[in-house]
């Protein structure tokens, strides 16, 4: 349920996740300060410096997108199961678990599972099309759908960033992941 928790946190606002199960409100919680923690990480600053003349505020988005993207391409590098048994098992985990999904995570999830974007996330051609749909959801001012050029050319770059960034996400993660389940 941790796991429900972190998914749905960007769509629960601000105190609706005492509405949870408390391993529901945990991963809402952890996700809240994940989201602290690479919002405020001179790394991630580097990476959305990079994006912000041409993209403006979006390009937080964007580089989130791109490291969900360096995340699945190099999936083996920091899971042991396969990213398409891991997907397969978290679709199934939210399918199981209806009766905590908000509803707008209720319908936008089966085109998440049909497409399966977690799998999509790791190539260039698939975070294009993420890019796309994000583009059309700001009515195309965003111009997100253009950034996969960015991706392209500064590939290298933002891998390393990326690399960088994650391994202290996943100290700061496992950390107060900790925290919480003592809780």
Same mark, same amino acid.
């Given at each position: 349920?941790?796991?429900?928790?972190n998914f749905?946190?960007?769509?629960? =606002?601000?105190?609706?996740?005492?509405?949870?199960?408390?391993?529901? $409100?945990?991963?809402?919680?952890?996700?809240?300060?994940?989201?602290?923690?690479?919002?405020?990480?001179? !790394?991630?600053?580097?990476?959305?410096?990079?994006?912000?003349?041409?993209?403006?505020?979006?390009?937080?988005?964007?580089?989130?997108?791109?490291?969900?993207?360096?995340?699945?391409?190099?999936?083996?590098?920091?899971?042991?199961?396969?990213?398409?048994?891991?997907? $397969?098992?978290?679709? @199934?985990?939210?399918?199981?678990?209806?009766?905590?999904?908000?509803?707008?995570? =209720?319908?936008?999830?089966?085109?998440? !599972?049909?497409?399966?974007?977690?799998?999509?996330?790791?190539?260039?051609?698939?975070?294009?099309? !993420?890019?796309? $749909?994000?583009? *059309?959801?700001t009515k195309?001012?965003? =111009?997100? @759908? *253009?950034?996969?050029?960015?991706?392209?050319?500064?590939?290298?770059?933002?891998?390393?960033?990326?690399?960088?960034?994650?391994?202290?996400?996943?100290?700061?993660?496992?950390k107060r992941? =900790?925290?919480?389940?003592?809780?």
């Amino acid at each position: 349920m941790l796991k429900i928790g972190n998914f749905i946190a960007d769509s629960v =606002k601000g105190k609706q996740y005492l509405d949870y199960p408390k391993a529901v $409100q945990q991963g809402i919680t952890l996700h809240r300060n994940i989201d602290e923690f690479t919002d405020s990480h001179p !790394i991630v600053h580097h990476s959305v410096h990079r994006l912000f003349d041409k993209y403006s505020h979006y390009s937080t988005v964007i580089v989130d997108i791109l490291y969900d993207h360096f995340l699945a391409a190099n999936w083996s590098d920091f899971h042991e199961m396969k990213l398409e048994d891991y997907s $397969q098992d978290f679709y @199934d985990l939210i399918q199981r678990n209806p009766q905590v999904l908000p509803k707008r995570v =209720k319908n936008f999830m089966p085109y998440m !599972i049909e497409h399966n974007w977690l799998v999509t996330y790791s190539t260039i051609d698939g975070i294009g099309l !993420i890019l796309s $749909q994000m583009n *059309q959801r700001t009515k195309f001012r965003s =111009k997100m @759908d *253009q950034s996969v050029n960015e991706l392209r050319a500064f590939y290298d770059e933002f891998k390393d960033e990326f690399y960088r960034f994650f391994a202290e996400l996943e100290a700061f993660s496992e950390k107060r992941k =900790k925290e919480l389940l003592e809780q």
